[in-house]
């Protein structure tokens, strides 16, 4: 039963533009969403955060918004590097609920080209 | 401050064979976390410990899976009697508190059941 789903496994955009990754999720106790970023042969790195209090968290080139109402969350990247070229995963959780389990999407490849 | 170690990276077993996998949480953190990613999938959570302790093991398969995170020395996921379908990436993550901060993934054990 996937909770957090990632429809796009990949997108490809180029250098300067602006990345937009979408994670969509059915279970309405989850509170608390994340992004991680992962290269391949290596383990997933976190990149950003936000809890559902807020609707927008911004970090450097990288900002996550929030719909609750829609069960949905995106990622921006602006503006887009070749570096940024990775899989890129949607998590969430239920801490109010002592949820301690990430839920994780399938994840989205992401190349940014030159 | 080195990060989650875990090992070994790579890990060929034969059917009916046991895993060990291990992981060293980083410095200071208490709380340990597995998930397994099969091919094609997003990280899925098997279990959460603390020192000594199982706090959720929820997403553990009943048979054959068991872990544990013991006063001294790394958590150890143990496979027994391994079959194809266990060949996967397997991740560890440490946090220093309960959900409350992002988890930090080591870069994984890749099990290849032959």
């Known amino acids: 039963d996937q909770q957090v789903k990632q429809n796009s496994p990949s997108l490809s955009v180029q250098e300067g533009r602006i990345s937009i990754l979408n994670c969509d999720y059915t279970n309405s106790m989850f509170d608390y969403f994340l992004w991680y970023k992962k290269y391949p042969a290596e383990g997933p790195t976190f990149l950003i955060s936000i809890s559902s209090i807020k609707d927008k968290n911004e970090d450097g080139r990288f900002t996550v918004f929030l719909n609750k109402s829609a069960k949905h969350l995106s990622l921006h990247i602006v503006p887009s590097q070749p570096g940024d070229s990775a899989v890129y995963f949607c998590a969430a959780s239920a801490r109010e609920n002592s949820g301690y389990a990430l839920n994780f999407g399938k994840g989205t490849s992401l190349l940014v080209t030159p | 401050n080195a990060g989650v170690m875990q090992n070994p990276r790579h890990l060929v077993r034969r059917r009916g064979q046991e895993a060990r996998l291990r992981c060293s949480p980083m410095?200071?953190?208490?709380?340990v976390y597995w998930y397994r990613q099969l091919p094609e999938e997003g990280l899925k959570f098997m279990v959460y410990l603390q020192k000594e302790n199982i706090i959720d093991e929820s997403g553990m398969p009943k048979e054959r899976f068991s872990a544990e995170f013991p006063k001294e020395g790394p958590s150890i996921l143990r496979i027994q009697q391994v079959v194809r379908g266990d060949s996967a990436a397997y991740f560890c993550?440490?946090?220093?508190?309960?959900?409350?901060?992002?988890?930090?993934f080591g870069q994984g054990t890749r099990l290849t059941v032959v």
């Open positions: 993550a440490s946090s220093p508190m309960p959900a409350e901060t992002e988890a930090f």
């Open positions: 410095k200071g953190h208490s709380h």
